[in-house]
């Protein structure tokens, strides 16, 4: 009844055939398989690309995407040509769903082909993913009042691809935030997505979406502090419940409090991971680690079996070095966050320091505050 | 024969009865009941003094040290008492075998007490402890020609205490290196020593024997990034076989690298971690991992059981920071050793930055190369 009222009064309504946007999804892995499939299950017109001309021709033999789990059944997807600009072409949503390290290498890409009346999501951006698609197109002059930059704060599925078209979905979020870079869009950003997906909320805008990135906290920081685990067990241990021990939990803290003190500094408020937990699942203790403990969700989540794995690979760079980054230029003492970044550039043996992304990729590095408020609102380019 | 020719050169005897010098050993941990048990089994005059007055009473009940182990049998202890004047008075060597927290505090009773002709040694000094107890001495106007202040690299013995008075010495090193603060008192230094220990072998300074502290390569670290694993399984598993991951080891190579360059800048070679190992063990390997994988001494060592444990607390304060306080006084790039210490005072919440060792109280905050180099020889004050 609630969701009938609702429904009524926003105008919205589960899938509705009238006026269904195209989409393409961007990424072929398991989220980007898990969005298209959904997608072609809810009779939506959808084409894929990825890279990869192996996976794409494998899907364009297979036609469609077979879909395990939450959802079942098999998803035909519209168009499957391994021609970026060709993919793309007349749809009205683009979904990227790949991991935030090739949102650039993507961006360059989108900025040639987009159209005007084009809407791009990153699922999600990470860190500061919107706002460097954004620069990608302001440095070109290709920002249009017509197309939307947008990004969510999470990723909308769980999911594990079984094969180059099979997918199977444990979990859909009940709620994702999601917000344009210029955050005026957001309500007709909202009203296009919720024909597919009422899971989409709006944020505030993308300084939220950016640094409301939880995912994150639990991520690099976990595994660096449970190195010898991972690689020595094969990450066969309980990646939460044990993973985050009460030394971990205290790192975590910390590391979490220059999060928030960097999204004060931008002016806004972050819940801290402990009211997230709470949030989220209801989990209550006197400190994190109590938190994390009475946190059911977590039963039976297993670690990763290796370190060369996103959780650092990507996380480090597109999440923990935009907030360094963000830090340094508002006089935030980021020590623990930039620690983390160093073990972990020792850990790879890469430079996360500058493959990361920075205020300077997300274009506001001569920026002061006023002109970034501005610019996330909306009322400058 | 060799032996025996070297003791006719040198004029060494192991455990000559003429001119044996009297002993009191500060601290009655396992190192300091190893030390004490070792000097009275081989018939020297031992005093023994803790801060613990329980201990020191029950001590006193006992009249000595059961030895377990590589030596077995009762050493019979000279004086114990209380009174750490009394402890110290007429004994030729001082042997301080506490955690290096605590050689502040012992410094500031030393410095009123210690009469000249005495000999004092840090077993062993961590990093800059000889450095920091000359300093005390000095800023009270106390050095003296005839008092002779010293550090070994490492401890010379492997023990755990069994009890108040009981002690099992599992191994003793073969050879530890040892040098006085002014290092032209060597020769006369190890003279003393070898009547009692022939294991301990000149250092070129202080300088060696503090950055050559390869221990604390091994402690921190290693900790942290097994927190998980430390905190949720108690340490059940081998701490250098499966502790020190490939990844734990990269970020090893890394923190090691940072050790070796600081020793650059004040002009000294210190061996690598992994040319230790070689040295060491005879260990080889194309990187660190390899080398510890072929360590057979390592089989079987387990973790501590805890992170709040001396692998951190006490080497993250008196080795890392003050190779760090060392690092930036010379322009040497520390971030890697300086995010371990932040991690560290995460992990434990406290400000090991200023609970740890610097460079002005090793005394030598406003000293260039030269004038520390002229200090460590003993050419001033």
Redesign the interface.
């Known amino acids: 009844m609630a969701d009938k009222l609702r429904d009524e009064i926003t105008g919205n309504k589960k899938h509705a055939t009238g006026d269904k946007p195209s989409f393409c999804v961007i990424g072929a892995g398991n989220g980007g398989l898990a969005m298209a499939g959904y997608l072609a299950l809810h009779d939506f017109s959808v084409n894929i690309w990825t890279r990869d001309k192996d996976k794409m021709e494998a899907l364009a033999a297979a036609r469609g995407i077979e879909v395990e789990g939450k959802l079942k059944g098999f998803g035909e997807l519209n168009k499957i040509d391994v021609d970026f600009k060709k993919s793309i072409e007349n749809v009205d949503i683009i979904m990227v769903a790949i991991p935030a390290n090739g949102h650039k290498e993507i961006g360059q890409k989108l900025v040639k082909y987009v159209k005007p009346g084009q809407t791009i999501v990153l699922n999600p951006g990470r860190t500061g993913g919107a706002l460097e698609l954004y620069n990608i197109f302001r440095k070109e002059g290709k920002i249009r009042e017509d197309i939307i930059f947008a990004e969510a704060q999470t990723f909308l599925f769980v999911a594990r691809k079984l094969g180059v078209h099979k997918v199977k979905i444990f979990d859909i979020k009940r709620s994702v935030p999601v917000s344009a870079v210029r955050s005026y869009k957001n309500p007709e950003l909202i009203n296009k997505l919720r024909i597919a997906f009422q899971q989409f909320t709006p944020a505030s805008d993308v300084l939220h979406t950016s640094l409301g990135n939880i995912a994150v906290m639990f991520h690099p920081c976990?595994m660096?502090?449970?190195?010898?685990?991972?690689?020595?067990?094969h990450g066969n241990?309980e990646y939460y419940l044990?993973?985050?021990?009460?030394?971990?939990a205290?790192?975590l803290?910390?590391?979490d409090m220059e999060r928030i003190k960097i999204a004060e500094a931008v002016g806004i408020r972050v819940p801290s991971l402990k009211d997230w937990l709470y949030f989220s699942y209801g989990s209550t203790g006197s400190d994190l680690y109590e938190a994390v403990q009475t946190t059911s969700a977590y039963k039976g989540i297993m670690a990763p079996s290796t370190?060369h794995h996103r959780y650092i690979l990507e996380d480090v760079p597109m999440s923990l070095v935009p907030m360094s980054s963000l830090g340094h230029k508002f006089g935030i003492d980021t020590?623990?966050i930039?620690?983390?970044i160093?073990?972990a550039c020792?850990?790879?043996?890469r430079n996360f320091w500058s493959e990361g992304r920075t205020v300077e990729d997300m274009g506001i590095k001569n920026f002061d505050l006023k002109l970034i408020r501005r610019l996330v609102a909306g009322e400058i380019v």
Chains 1, 2 share one sequence.
């Open positions: 976990v660096l502090l449970n190195t010898g685990w991972v690689e020595s067990d241990f044990e993973g985050i021990s009460p030394g971990v205290k790192v803290e910390y590391i370190t020590k623990y930039d620690s983390i160093n073990i020792c850990q790879q043996e």
